[in-house]
């Protein structure tokens, strides 16, 4: 997955900035073929979801598959993301949506991104201000991969 392979290389000092920064090209350019395929209906879960719906609107019981603990971890979203584009300022924000998880919103304008992070204070595991300075050193440490831009 060419995301892996750029967070990876990131802090490989034998791998070259050129190499790191067309690694992002991909990963950039690969997540916004998945983010096209979900919003055409053609993401990897939309058919488990439609046989999940089926089962439910015809009062069936669930095929087995859904009983199988490794389904029940791949629906566990740690980290729930949402992109909503706007012209102007404005930050949307929701909540994670399992206890021990993260919501990010975000909002991609022409000369920043603006970012909304919440986490439940109740979960000792999670913590929104820390994520939050997380994103910030590492977007400031990807930008060193585009010298001609300002820092965040």
């Given at each position: 997955?060419?995301?892996?392979?750029?967070a990876?290389s990131?802090?490989?000092?034998s791998?070259?900035?050129?190499?790191?920064?067309?690694?992002?090209?991909?990963?950039?350019?690969?997540?916004?073929?998945?983010t096209?395929?979900?919003?055409?209906?053609r993401?990897?879960?939309?058919?488990?979801?439609?046989?999940?719906?089926?089962?439910?609107?015809?009062?069936?019981?669930?095929?087995?598959?859904?009983?199988?603990?490794?389904?029940?971890?791949?629906?566990?979203?740690r980290?729930?993301?949402?992109?909503?584009?706007?012209k102007?300022?404005?930050?949307?924000?929701?909540?994670?949506?399992?206890?021990?998880?993260?919501?990010?919103?975000?909002?991609?304008?022409e000369?920043?991104?603006?970012?909304?992070?919440?986490?439940?204070?109740?979960?000792?595991?999670?913590?929104?201000?820390?994520?939050?300075?997380?994103?910030?050193?590492?977007?400031?440490?990807?930008?060193?991969?585009?010298?001609?831009t300002?820092?965040?």
């Open positions: 997955m060419e995301s892996d392979v750029f990876r990131f802090d490989d000092s791998c070259s900035a050129s190499e790191k920064r067309n690694r992002l090209i991909a990963a950039v350019q690969a997540h916004r073929r998945y096209d395929d979900a919003v055409n209906g993401g990897v879960d939309r058919h488990l979801l439609g046989l999940k719906m089926i089962a439910a609107e015809r009062g069936i019981p669930l095929p087995e598959l859904y009983k199988d603990p490794a389904f029940g971890k791949s629906c566990h979203w980290l729930s993301t949402s992109q909503v584009p706007a102007q300022e404005l930050v949307m924000c929701f909540g994670p949506v399992v206890p021990d998880g993260y919501g990010v919103c975000y909002n991609p304008l000369r920043k991104m603006l970012f909304a992070l919440s986490a439940f204070r109740s979960c000792p595991s999670t913590d929104a201000s820390r994520l939050s300075d997380s994103l910030r050193r590492s977007l400031n440490d990807m930008i060193t991969l585009f010298p001609n300002a820092k965040l």
